[in-house]
């Protein structure tokens, strides 16, 4: 696994710090990404830092970081971290650029992703499922921030097991799973939160301190975690919490909250939400592959999931330009009363 060559392809933030917190185990590691991220770190380098207070930092010149995709010819191991909106077109820029038998690790949001690439990649290349159980800020000048203790998660073979062994701890080791699937459902239920993150326009520490916003999250999953049962879907655990126990954490008291849950979680002030930076920046979100993905599933169910709809609705106009929503009149535009 040393000689291994590791492309990350859509290396914005959570690339840039999974591929460089590798890199600076003595990994290989190329970057390939948006011409305003290659333009940031060729000026400033490549700096990460984390809630813990890991740092590291390389020179512009130490970062290989294109922005064509031609830059996958000699990779073995793809990490694709595109928006979920760009899979498709990742798989073809794969197909079309990549050696046959690569492996291609889909370190991306939401379930359906993985199923996409083994349909348009599965005949040349290793699709595998990969799942990042937490936030990376861009703080810009090529840094970026890990705000949130998390796990970083993929299938388990021979090859990933080399991988993790070479990788060792740190704040990108990588943890390995026989039940992908299920940690995908499981964190899409924590993820639940980014939308009403986005929504609120705060930082993460400062959205999940409001007991309003934080009803609004209980009530997505619990119904989220309805129309799993309901399609016989089982969540796995991702975090400190198993799933079933999300919705009462999010809605338990301030006191308890804040004392408890926000401490064990080591949410910094700097963290926010992916989707809070893609409107931020007038990017179209993930909310189709978050509770949009509940609202399809919930209609192949044949139940309804108003409160996700919703959410989705109220993502659709802030990405139109809707302003922030105040703890209060979001839990009003959701759940009544």
């Excluded at 492309?7 to 840039?16: D, F, K």
């Excluded at 930092?57 to 595109?82: E, G, H, M, N, W």
Aim: proline content about 4%.
């Amino acid at each position: 696994m040393a000689a291994a060559r590791i492309a990350v392809l859509g290396a914005g933030s959570v690339g840039c710090f999974i591929g460089g917190a590798w890199q600076a185990k003595g990994l290989s590691v190329s970057f390939i990404g948006r011409p305003r991220t290659a333009n940031a770190i060729a000026a400033n380098g490549l700096e990460l830092t984390d809630q813990d207070g890991w740092s590291t930092r390389f020179s512009p010149k130490k970062v290989r970081f294109a922005t064509q995709p031609d830059a996958l010819a000699k990779a073995s191991i793809i990490l694709l971290t595109v928006k979920s909106g760009a899979t498709a077109a990742a798989a073809r820029e794969i197909a079309a650029n990549a050696k046959p038998g690569a492996i291609v690790v889909s370190f991306q949001n939401g379930v359906a992703n993985f199923d996409l690439l083994e349909r348009e990649l599965g005949d040349r290349f290793v699709v595998m499922r990969g799942i990042v159980a937490f936030n990376v800020a861009d703080l810009g000048h090529g840094h970026f921030h890990k705000g949130v203790a998390g796990t970083l998660w993929a299938e388990d073979n021979a090859a990933t097991r080399a991988l993790a062994e070479r990788i060792g701890e740190g704040p990108a080791a990588l943890r390995l799973s026989d039940d992908m699937a299920g940690l995908a459902w499981g964190k899409l239920l924590v993820n639940l939160n980014n939308a009403v993150n986005a929504l609120s326009g705060r930082t993460l520490a400062e959205q999940l301190r409001e007991r309003d916003y934080r009803a609004v999250v209980a009530a997505s999953q619990r119904e989220g975690l309805a129309i799993l049962r309901r399609a016989g879907i089982r969540p796995a655990k991702v975090g400190p919490l198993p799933p079933w126990l999300l919705p009462r954490v999010m809605a338990a008291p301030d006191w308890l909250f804040a004392n408890v849950f926000m401490k064990s979680w080591k949410i910094d002030a700097k963290a926010r939400s992916s989707m809070a930076d893609d409107l931020a920046q007038g990017r179209r979100t993930e909310i189709d592959q978050l509770n949009g993905e509940l609202v399809r599933l919930a209609e192949t169910a044949e139940i309804e999931a108003p409160i996700n709809r919703r959410i989705v609705d109220l993502i659709r106009k802030a990405e139109r330009g809707a302003r922030p929503l105040a703890p209060a009149a979001l839990r009003r535009e959701v759940l009544g009363g």
